[in-house]
C-alpha cells in the first residue's frame, strides 16, 4: 500500500508540474509583451499626486536579480545588508534619466521614466512587460518632488510588497521589513521637512517569490493626504 501510495503521489507531482507548466507558458502567437497597460510613458510637464495623494510618476531600474529563496528571509538585518550592497554607481545620489543604463555585474540595466495609472506601482507588471526577471529581484525607483514651499512635520507614508526602504534628500525616512503585503500607509515615517522646491525620494524594493508593487504619499499632521506637490524627472535644484 505505501509503495502505491507513493506512485500515486509522484504521478500527482508529475500533473501538478504539466498543469502549471501548462499555464505558464505562452503559446507562440501570444502578442509581445508591454508594460501597457499598467504603465504610460512619462512626460517632462509636471504631474500632480492623484485625488488621495500618491505619487504616481517614477524612474524605475529594471530588476536586479538576487538569490532568494523565500521572503522569510527579510529581517532587517537581512534588508539593510541587500540595500547598502554597492549594485552600481552612484546608486544612493544618481537621479537617472529615461533610457540611461547602469552595469550591474554583467547585466546592463536601464532606467524607465513611467507613470502609474493607480496608486500602486505594480513592480511585477513592469518587469514581466520588459521581460526581464520578475521573481527574486530588487527594484530601485526615483521620483523628484517638488514643493510650493518648505512644509515641516510631514510623514512619508509607504506600502509595499515585500520588503523595502526609503529615503527624502539623501536621508532614510521609512523602512518596511519582514514578509508583507502591500498594504496602503502600511509604515509610516517620522516627520519629515519637504525642502521648498525639488526633493528626491528614492527607494528600494526586494521580492523573492509572488507579486511586487509598493505605493508612496506624503500626510500631514492630521493623517491627511499632501496634494500641493508636483512630480518631475529633473532636480533642478542641483
Given at each position: 500500500?505505501?509503495?502505491?501510495?507513493?506512485?500515486?503521489?509522484?504521478?500527482?507531482?508529475?500533473?501538478?508540474v504539466?498543469?502549471?507548466q501548462?499555464?505558464s507558458?505562452?503559446?507562440?502567437?501570444?502578442p509581445?509583451?508591454?508594460?501597457?497597460?499598467?504603465?504610460?510613458?512619462?512626460?517632462?510637464?509636471?504631474?500632480?499626486?492623484?485625488?488621495?495623494?500618491?505619487?504616481q510618476r517614477?524612474?524605475?531600474?529594471?530588476?536586479?536579480?538576487?538569490?532568494?529563496?523565500?521572503?522569510?528571509?527579510?529581517?532587517?538585518?537581512y534588508?539593510?545588508?541587500?540595500f547598502?550592497?554597492?549594485?552600481?554607481?552612484?546608486?544612493?545620489?544618481?537621479?537617472?534619466?529615461?533610457?540611461?543604463?547602469?552595469?550591474?555585474?554583467?547585466?546592463?540595466?536601464?532606467?524607465?521614466?513611467?507613470?502609474?495609472?493607480?496608486?500602486n506601482?505594480?513592480?511585477f507588471?513592469?518587469?514581466?512587460?520588459?521581460n526581464?526577471?520578475?521573481?527574486?529581484?530588487?527594484?530601485?525607483?526615483?521620483?523628484?518632488?517638488?514643493?510650493?514651499?518648505?512644509?515641516?512635520?510631514?510623514?512619508m507614508?509607504?506600502?509595499s510588497?515585500?520588503?523595502?526602504?526609503?529615503?527624502?534628500?539623501?536621508?532614510?525616512?521609512?523602512?518596511?521589513?519582514?514578509?508583507?503585503?502591500?498594504?496602503?500607509?502600511?509604515?509610516?515615517?517620522?516627520?519629515?521637512?519637504?525642502?521648498?522646491?525639488?526633493?528626491?525620494?528614492?527607494?528600494?524594493?526586494i521580492?523573492?517569490?509572488?507579486?511586487?508593487d509598493?505605493?508612496?504619499?506624503?500626510?500631514?499632521?492630521?493623517?491627511?493626504?499632501?496634494?500641493?506637490?508636483?512630480?518631475?524627472?529633473?532636480n533642478?535644484?542641483n
Open positions: 500500500m505505501k509503495t502505491l501510495r507513493k506512485i500515486e503521489m509522484l504521478a500527482f507531482g508529475v500533473l501538478a504539466t498543469v502549471f501548462g499555464f507558458a505562452e503559446p507562440d502567437n501570444a509581445p509583451r508591454s508594460v501597457a497597460p499598467f504603465f504610460t510613458p512619462a512626460t517632462t510637464s509636471p504631474k500632480a499626486p492623484d485625488a488621495d495623494g500618491f505619487l517614477w524612474l524605475l531600474l529594471e530588476p536586479i536579480k538576487k538569490q532568494i529563496r523565500s521572503n522569510a528571509v527579510f529581517t532587517e538585518e534588508i539593510r545588508n541587500a547598502n550592497t554597492n549594485y552600481f554607481a552612484n546608486q544612493f545620489t544618481v537621479v537617472p534619466h529615461d533610457g540611461d543604463k547602469v552595469r550591474v555585474g554583467d547585466d546592463e540595466l536601464a532606467w524607465h521614466a513611467l507613470d502609474s495609472p493607480t496608486f506601482v505594480k513592480l507588471r513592469f518587469a514581466y512587460g520588459l526581464k526577471p520578475s521573481y527574486s529581484v530588487l527594484f530601485w525607483a526615483v521620483t523628484v518632488v517638488n514643493s510650493p514651499r518648505e512644509m515641516r512635520n510631514v510623514r507614508a509607504v506600502g510588497n515585500s520588503g523595502s526602504m526609503w529615503w527624502l534628500n539623501g536621508k532614510e525616512a521609512v523602512g518596511l521589513f519582514g514578509d508583507r503585503r502591500m498594504v496602503m500607509d502600511d509604515c509610516v515615517s517620522k516627520r519629515l521637512t519637504l525642502n521648498k522646491g525639488p526633493n528626491v525620494i528614492r527607494g528600494a524594493v521580492n523573492g517569490p509572488g507579486l511586487s509598493f505605493c508612496v504619499r506624503f500626510i500631514d499632521e492630521n493623517g491627511q493626504p499632501i496634494k500641493d506637490l508636483t512630480l518631475s524627472l529633473e533642478a535644484g
